[in-house]
């Protein structure tokens, strides 16, 4: 492992990454880099950039305030690049506002949902929060950022693959 340098990009400072062939087709192989898919992104528009199986990474652009989300499972939340709060309600009825058979989170709207306040988590680069079961949660930055999310294929799971992935040797 000699001489291999790791570099951490960011949302204003990354180079397109690419894939490195060993003998093989590039399109057995998905690529995307995290920085350029929140971009071009929508706020809060969760895009799937790793699969196995049901689950995936998905990657957003946290700007303002987004609505609220919940899921019926845990879920993990990293900030990538600047700061981002987590907002969290201890649902009143869980069942009633998340399907609790589902998968993968669902969104909420921007009312408050019916339950108390569990107060909120403050991520900075590098920081990691769980997204509880039985909770709501919504986000907000002050300025552009990026988070990823481990979680489970679901309603607001947006695929870009034909866009984000590289399909030939560059």
């Given at each position: 492992?000699?001489?291999?340098?790791?570099?951490?990009?960011?949302?204003?400072?990354?180079?397109?990454?690419?894939?490195?062939?060993?003998?093989?087709?590039?399109?057995?192989?998905?690529?995307?880099?995290?920085?350029?898919?929140?971009?071009?992104?929508?706020?809060?528009?969760?895009?799937?950039?790793?699969?196995?199986?049901?689950?995936?990474?998905?990657?957003?652009?946290?700007?303002?305030?987004?609505?609220?989300?919940?899921?019926?499972?845990?879920?993990?939340?990293?900030?990538?690049?600047?700061?981002?709060?987590?907002?969290?309600?201890?649902?009143?009825?869980?069942?009633?506002?998340?399907?609790?058979?589902?998968?993968?989170?669902?969104a909420l709207g921007d009312a408050i949902p019916a339950g108390r306040k569990m107060g909120r988590v403050v991520l900075g680069r590098g920081h990691m929060?769980?997204?509880?079961?039985?909770?709501?949660?919504?986000?907000?930055?002050?300025?552009?950022?990026?988070?990823?999310?481990?979680?489970?294929?679901?309603?607001?799971?947006?695929?870009?693959?034909?866009?984000?992935?590289?399909t030939e040797a560059a």
């Amino acid at each position: 492992m000699d001489g291999v340098v790791t570099q951490f990009g960011s949302l204003r400072d990354y180079r397109k990454g690419g894939v490195e062939i060993i003998d093989d087709n590039p399109k057995n192989y998905v690529f995307s880099n995290v920085f350029e898919v929140a971009d071009t992104s929508a706020p809060y528009e969760r895009v799937a950039v790793g699969k196995n199986f049901e689950y995936v990474i998905e990657t957003a652009r946290a700007e303002g305030v987004s609505g609220w989300f919940g899921c019926a499972h845990d879920e993990f939340v990293l900030c990538m690049d600047g700061a981002v709060e987590v907002h969290f309600v201890k649902l009143d009825d869980p069942d009633a506002v998340v399907d609790p058979e589902g998968e993968g989170a669902v969104a909420l709207g921007d009312a408050i949902p019916a339950g108390r306040k569990m107060g909120r988590v403050v991520l900075g680069r590098g920081h990691m929060a769980m997204l509880p079961v039985g909770a709501a949660y919504r986000f907000q930055a002050d300025t552009p950022s990026v988070i990823l999310f481990q979680t489970i294929e679901g309603a607001v799971t947006v695929h870009k693959w034909a866009t984000i992935c590289q399909t030939e040797a560059a």
